[in-house]
């Protein structure tokens, strides 16, 4: 789980204001020490600031802001790829911001600022914050919001935007508890708490190590955008309380069956609404842990159907599932699919590319394939799979299963080469069981000696039922090798009496 937000996510700001007269009376906050316990159900009443005139730039500062405003607005027109047609292109309208005049005139203002009004001073202030934060200067810019929330004449608008501007240059610069203050006079001082604040805070309050009041905003701001502001949050919102469960848990200020409920929740939102294959595997490992194991070959399996597995493990992970839930044929599939799709892989010695299997051809992965084939009842699928894995295997019981799937087959020579292969091997889980099987693939050839030779090697095993079964075995061998010889000799025998009679 991660433990750290990216710094960017402090970086979105609002800047604007109006230059022209605005109203004069606002709703404003008391000041507060922390926000509410849960959510903003316990916002405070609001009380009315009252200025006694009309915010109005004097004549000189607002020709110049005028100048300002089209030296920030510059554009230039730009030729672009038409997308309608091909080869062609057409002119459009880009951003070139004129910094140097921009800055030129605010310096003209800034030398002559004790002369100034402190509405006129709070506006270019306000330009300057935008100045420095477009140049990523945050302490120059942090500076110049707090000059203008300094400024008494400051309208509303210039100051609660400067506040929020402030209390994310803050965060950016990773002085948590300053930008938290910030955010919350803000929020004490607007009409509106937004979704989006509740979630700045939510993710100050992490990078503090504050789980639990992380958490409580995190779910306020999701609410509020779902409930209020009629939009889905976005896609980092449910990660962080996702992440925040994850945190508490450990810390076990919550159950750990709690918090796997709540991701759970968390985690089947991320795969419905942002569909990537972090979210899957989180969703079916949270199921893991949970003990639904159906639950999780499913969300496995609705990864591997969107094509978004890249990894042997994975690939490994949903074919066992699957023929744990005894759905063998898909378990083959789904590994027969990860030997066909291919990835590039990296050398960081030499930095060399090479394009690989996803799930390479080793014994393991061989022999769990032969299963599922095998367990289908796709023998003839199975034999060849199994064919590489023993010539890869160190151990003998390779080649005694593969003995067993051509028996199966009614192959006995291949039968009889294989297990006599695997019995050269020094290990072997059941000499005596291979035994029976190949003694059972020369009986089966007629081969009478040979079996009951293989038979009677395998009756002086210790395990009581191997040595019953062979000594049946020997017992029908000689029998069935006495039939055999009787249905010889009475065939010679009508041969020679038909032959006389012709004669």
């Not at 005139?105 to 330009?127: F, G, P, Q």
């Not at 976005?234 to 810390?251: I, R």
């Not at 060849?384 to 890869?392: C, F, G, R, S």
Request: some cysteine; proline content about 2%.
């Amino acid at each position: 789980m991660f433990k750290k937000i990216s710094r960017n996510i402090f970086l979105i700001v609002a800047l604007g204001f109006s230059l022209s007269a605005i109203d004069l009376s606002a709703q404003t906050r008391e000041g507060r020490a922390d926000e509410p316990s849960v959510g903003g159900s316990e916002r405070k009443a609001g009380k009315t600031r009252t200025y006694k005139k009309a915010r109005v730039l004097q004549n000189s500062t607002a020709k110049k802001v005028v100048k300002i405003v089209e030296a920030l607005e510059r554009q230039k027109i730009v030729k672009v790829p038409d997308p309608e047609n091909q080869g062609k292109f057409i002119e459009k309208e880009e951003d070139d911001p004129d910094w140097v005049t921009a800055r030129a005139i605010l310096t003209e203002l800034l030398n002559n600022r004790a002369e100034m009004k402190s509405y006129d001073r709070s506006v270019m202030w306000n330009y300057w914050g935008y100045i420095y934060f477009s140049d990523e200067d945050y302490d120059q810019a942090m500076y110049a919001y707090e000059q203008l929330l300094k400024e008494p004449e400051a309208t509303i608008p210039l100051r609660t935007s400067s506040l929020l501007t402030l209390a994310q240059l803050n965060l950016v610069k990773e002085r948590w508890d300053k930008g938290i203050s910030l955010i919350l006079q803000w929020m004490d001082e607007v009409e509106t708490v937004t979704a989006q604040s509740y979630y700045l805070l939510a993710s100050a309050y992490f990078q503090k190590s504050d789980f639990v009041r992380a958490r409580t905003n995190m779910e306020e701001a999701i609410r509020l955008a779902e409930e209020v502001e009629g939009y889905r949050p976005k896609e980092g919102w449910y990660v962080l309380l996702a992440a925040c469960f994850s945190e508490l848990k450990d810390k076990k200020i919550i159950s750990a069956q709690y918090a796997l409920e709540k991701q759970v929740g968390i985690y089947e939102i991320l795969v419905n609404y942002y569909p990537k294959k972090l979210y899957f595997l989180q969703l079916g490992g949270t199921y893991q842990q949970m003990d639904r194991e159906e639950d999780y070959m499913l969300t496995l399996k609705a990864a591997y159907d969107k094509d978004l597995l890249d990894k042997e493990g994975e690939y490994l992970a949903l074919a066992q599932l699957l023929l744990l839930k005894k759905n063998p044929y898909w378990a083959a599939q789904v590994l027969v699919s990860g030997q066909d799709k291919k990835v590039i892989i990296k050398d960081e010695d030499t930095g060399e590319e090479e394009v690989v299997p996803v799930v390479k051809e080793k014994e393991k992965t061989l022999k769990l394939l032969a299963d599922a084939w095998r367990m289908a009842q796709e023998i003839d699928m199975a034999i060849p799979v199994l064919e590489k894995a023993a010539k890869m295997s160190k151990d003998g019981d390779t080649y005694i299963l593969l003995g067993n799937l051509y028996l199966f087959e009614d192959r006995m020579k291949d039968s009889i080469r294989a297990i006599e292969a695997g019995l050269k091997k020094a290990k072997v889980k059941s000499r005596s069981q291979a035994l029976l099987v190949l003694g059972q693939a020369h009986f089966e050839l007629q081969n009478f000696e040979e079996a009951k030779k293989h038979f009677r090697a395998a009756a002086r095993d210790e395990n009581k039922r191997i040595k019953k079964t062979a000594n049946s075995w020997i017992k029908y061998a000689e029998n069935e090798e006495i039939r055999v010889k009787n249905l010889a000799l009475r065939r010679d025998f009508i041969q020679q009496s038909k032959a006389k009679a012709k004669s």
